[in-house]
């Protein structure tokens, strides 16, 4: 029978960025964990994956959101975790300008409060207005907001790139924040 792509990667999600802990997996340095581990663990509770649908649910998702190690033994979500976990990002110098795709019922607290990570580890923003268009979109008619990333960079704020090109920062405060019309 032909793998569900979408189930599985909505299982990776769940086990790598939010609870590896009851597939009874620890996080490594960089988020990594065995894919062996990973294989056997999810075998136990009923969700078997081979091998061949791993490779395929990392290579084909959309979104980029896991990866493999260069050995293919260690598998990691690339961003997005709500537990405690060090991916080892450097930090870089952002773009001028970043975007962030929201819906209207949320833009007051972001205009009053600016963007929070919240339970994730970091803000997450996209390098063009498509990207932040798609995220938007998610939630109901996406609403497009400017990020003035260069500003932020030079007033001190620190940015770091996941490995599938998502922007990362601790706050955007409101000041650096505009609506596209």
Not at 20 to 45: C, F, M, N, Y
Not at 137 to 150: C, E, F, K, N, T
């Amino acid at each position: 029978m032909p793998r569900d792509f979408a189930q599985l990667s909505k299982f990776l999600s769940k086990y790598l960025r939010h609870a590896p802990h009851e597939l009874g997996l620890t996080l490594q340095a960089g988020g990594w964990v065995s894919v062996d581990d990973l294989l056997a663990s999810s075998a136990k509770i009923g969700f078997p994956i081979t091998y061949d649908d791993l490779a395929t649910c990392v290579e084909t998702n959309d979104k980029q959101r896991f990866a493999f190690d260069d050995t293919g033994d260690l598998i990691r979500a690339n961003q997005g975790h709500s537990v405690t976990v060090d991916l080892q990002l450097e930090e870089q110098p952002p773009p001028l300008e970043l975007f962030h795709g929201t819906v209207a019922r949320f833009l007051d607290a972001i205009f009053a409060e600016g963007l929070k990570k919240g339970r994730r580890h970091h803000v997450h923003l996209s390098r063009d207005e498509a990207t932040a268009r798609k995220v938007g979109a998610r939630r109901g008619v996406p609403i497009i907001l400017q990020v003035d990333s260069g500003a932020m960079s030079a007033a001190g704020f620190r940015f770091f790139q996941s490995a599938n090109g998502v922007w990362l920062t601790d706050v955007v405060p409101a000041e650096y924040l505009s609506r596209l019309e």
